[in-house]
């Protein structure tokens, strides 16, 4: 079966520059989410998606923004890198049915290192 | 979301059962109990999920206390490739596009 799609899976940039990490949901999931998990933490949520508009923020950097396009992929933009942003960021898709049927499906992650 | 309570670590031999225990006594009516765990280097994996009644799948089974003050997840024989993190999440049924709020966890360590 088709599953969640990230890339790149490695990424290694300099402080002050920008990233750009894309997500590719499992076909006809309509849902994304952004989770950001540091080193030997739990994921945190940083935003999700619902039908191309925003449906909850948790702890994203006011210099990350998201966004979902027409053909669902979402892309995080990550801009004036810090050390501390170095950490791995997990997209999930889901059908966003809500309730019984809103299993989150995660993809395998990018490392992003900043030095 | 309520919050909810495992033991930081566990240990199981190979091959051997393992009940991961999960203590949620602030949960909701509409609240359902999710495992997802979490292979080293790896993305969280759905495990199981349920509201009142006992739920079992090809990965565990979902055993749920009658008061939904506690459940426990049962992985019917370990094997090594079970070594993982395993959270233990309530999510509310109060719509879709919900985040997943990630605890502590429980690490598992299967000795072979």
């Known amino acids: 079966a088709a599953g969640v799609i990230q890339s790149p899976r490695h990424l290694i940039k300099e402080k002050r520059e920008t990233a750009t990490l894309k997500c590719y949901p499992i076909?006809?999931?309509?849902?994304v989410y952004w989770y950001q998990q540091g080193p030997g933490q739990d994921p945190q949520f940083l935003i999700s998606?619902?039908?191309?508009?925003?449906?909850d923020k948790g702890s994203i950097p006011d210099r990350f923004s998201a966004q979902q396009f027409s053909d669902y992929h979402s892309e995080l933009n990550m801009s004036s890198l810090e050390l501390g942003d170095s950490a791995l960021y997990f997209c999930?898709?889901?059908?966003?049915?809500?309730?019984?049927?809103?299993?989150?499906?995660f993809g395998p992650g990018t490392r992003l290192t900043v030095l | 979301d309520a919050k909810t309570t495992q033991p930081n670590s566990m240990e199981s031999n190979e091959e051997e059962p393992v009940h991961l225990p999960c203590n949620h006594s602030?949960?909701?009516?509409?609240?359902?109990i999710h495992w997802y765990r979490q292979l080293p280097s790896q993305g969280p994996e759905y495990v199981i999920h349920?509201?009142?009644s006992n739920v079992n799948n090809r990965m565990a089974s979902l055993a749920i206390a009658e008061d939904r003050k506690s459940s426990t997840l049962i992985l019917h024989r370990a094997t090594l490739r079970d070594a993982a993190v395993y959270y233990c999440?309530?999510?509310?049924?109060?719509?879709?596009?919900?985040?997943?709020?990630f605890g502590t966890g429980t690490k598992l360590q299967v000795i072979p």
């Open positions: 999930a898709s889901s059908l966003g049915l809500g309730g019984d049927t809103d299993t989150q499906y």
């Open positions: 602030t949960i909701s009516g509409t609240d359902y």
């Open positions: 998606f619902y039908e191309k508009m925003q449906s």
């Open positions: 076909p006809r999931h309509d849902t």
């Open positions: 349920g509201l009142t």
């Open positions: 999440i309530l999510r509310r049924n109060s719509g879709g596009y919900q985040k997943v709020t």
